[in-house]
């Protein structure tokens, strides 16, 4: 069966420090792949996706990036984190026509 | 592009009564509605869906209803528990990409 793993489960960095998040499925080949925010525990905001690798597709300008080195794993990236990057992270996998397998959330606090 | 529309933002029910989410879409190509359910601090999970071809689908207390022509679907729960209080998400499929709803607070009170 197919798995989905995300981590750290939570982080607090400071003003201006780098980020990275990982994630990585398991038990299925050339996923879709997806980065999204959630902010206030309510809308789900699309940050990138990726339909193989080296391919990322950005919905949003911000100061973050993704990149996909491997057919099974996504990174989320900053070079200088700010305030507002705060936030809880989500990543997940899915297939063209259907639903999205989400991992478990990484909780980011930029102090 | 896609444009999703979910109503209640939040809703408060009595343990054993019903709820009932709807879900507005704005593109006629939409052919996948699934619906995903997220507690506190974790990440959302599918709980049930329906494809274009289908009108209705249940699963034991939960199940979905979708009108092509008027492009909405709905989320209706019978028998409502205190567990199934959390954050309710739709979603429409368009071209390959899921659109979501902006979340629905469902509070069971027991």
Redesign the interface.
């Known amino acids: 069966s197919q798995t989905i793993h ?1 981590w750290p489960a939570t982080l607090v960095q400071p003003v201006g420090s780098p980020l990275s998040l990982e994630c990585t499925v398991e038990g299925t080949s050339n996923p ?1 792949l997806y980065w999204y925010r959630q902010a206030a ?4 905001q699309l940050l990138f ?1 990726s339909v193989g690798i080296g391919q990322i597709s950005s919905e949003v300008p911000q100061n973050l990036s993704a990149s996909r080195p491997q057919d099974r794993q996504f990174i989320l990236s900053s070079k200088k984190l700010l305030l507002s990057d705060s936030g809880f992270y ?1 990543c ?1 996998w ?1 297939r ?10 990484t ?1 980011l606090t930029v102090v | 592009g896609e444009n999703v529309e979910q109503h209640p933002s939040t809703l408060s029910v009595q343990e054993g009564d019903s709820a009932v989410i709807k879900c507005t879409y704005s593109d006629s190509a939409s052919n996948y509605f699934p619906w995903y359910k997220q507690e506190l601090g974790k990440g959302p999970q599918l709980i049930i869906d329906i494809r274009s071809n289908v009108g209705e689908k249940k699963d034991q207390r939960i199940a979905v209803t979708l009108n092509k022509t008027a492009k909405h679907f709905s989320l209706h729960i019978t028998e409502t528990q205190p567990e199934d209080s959390a954050v309710y998400f739709c979603a429409a499929s368009s071209y390959g990409k899921l659109t979501f709803g902006q979340g629905t607070i469902l509070t069971v009170h027991p």
């Open positions: 995300q879709n525990g309510r809308g789900l996706y989500l997940a899915g063209t026509g259907g639903g999205y397998t989400f991992g478990s959330g909780r």
